[in-house]
């Protein structure tokens, strides 16, 4: 397989970091896929994040809107099964050391952060709240 040639025109930028992130995931697409967690905290970088925060990931996890919060439906420990709300199904435990399948696509990690910020908080998650919870999360 072939490497795609850079354009004389984008050396500058890459070497001077602007595009070096996305062109990393992109010629590299197997560490990407091998820590989905990094290229998402690069992304949320990129998006304008400042340094992530495992304990305001925490905090995020504990808060309430609307009487609200992540633990309604994964319990209070990441790492215990949950259930949902409303249908009353099995969650399986949210943290990776309990669960070894959570945090391993980039596309499940965007559709439920999705999904579940805009249940919990009534909104979508900034970047930085995003890059705060995931890194606390694997952290778990």
Same mark, same amino acid.
Request: net charge positive.
């Given at each position: 397989?072939?490497?795609?040639?850079?354009?004389?025109?984008?050396?500058?930028?890459?070497?001077?970091?602007?595009?070096?992130?996305?062109?990393?995931?992109?010629?590299?697409?197997?560490?990407?896929?091998?820590?989905?967690?990094?290229?998402?905290?690069?992304?949320?970088?990129?998006?304008?994040?400042?340094?992530?925060?495992?304990?305001?990931?925490?905090?995020? $996890?504990?808060?309430?809107?609307?009487?609200?919060?992540?633990?309604? +439906?994964?319990?209070?420990?990441?790492?215990?099964?949950?259930?949902?709300?409303?249908?009353?199904?099995?969650?399986?435990?949210?943290?990776?050391?309990?669960?070894?399948?959570?945090?391993?696509?980039?596309?499940?990690?965007?559709?439920?952060?999705?999904?579940? +910020?805009? $249940?919990?908080?009534?909104?979508? +998650?900034?970047?930085?709240?995003?890059?705060?919870?995931?890194?606390?999360?694997?952290?778990?």
């Amino acid at each position: 397989m072939k490497r795609p040639r850079i354009s004389l025109l984008l050396a500058p930028l890459l070497f001077s970091g602007v595009v070096a992130a996305p062109l990393f995931w992109v010629s590299n697409p197997t560490l990407a896929a091998a820590d989905p967690v990094a290229q998402l905290l690069t992304e949320y970088r990129q998006l304008g994040a400042d340094e992530f925060s495992a304990a305001r990931g925490q905090a995020l $996890w504990s808060s309430q809107n609307a009487g609200r919060h992540c633990g309604s +439906c994964h319990s209070g420990d990441p790492s215990n099964s949950g259930q949902h709300q409303k249908t009353r199904k099995p969650i399986k435990p949210l943290a990776p050391s309990a669960n070894p399948k959570r945090l391993t696509q980039v596309k499940t990690i965007k559709k439920w952060l999705k999904r579940n +910020c805009k $249940w919990t908080l009534g909104r979508e +998650c900034t970047a930085q709240e995003k890059g705060d919870f995931l890194l606390w999360l694997s952290q778990q």
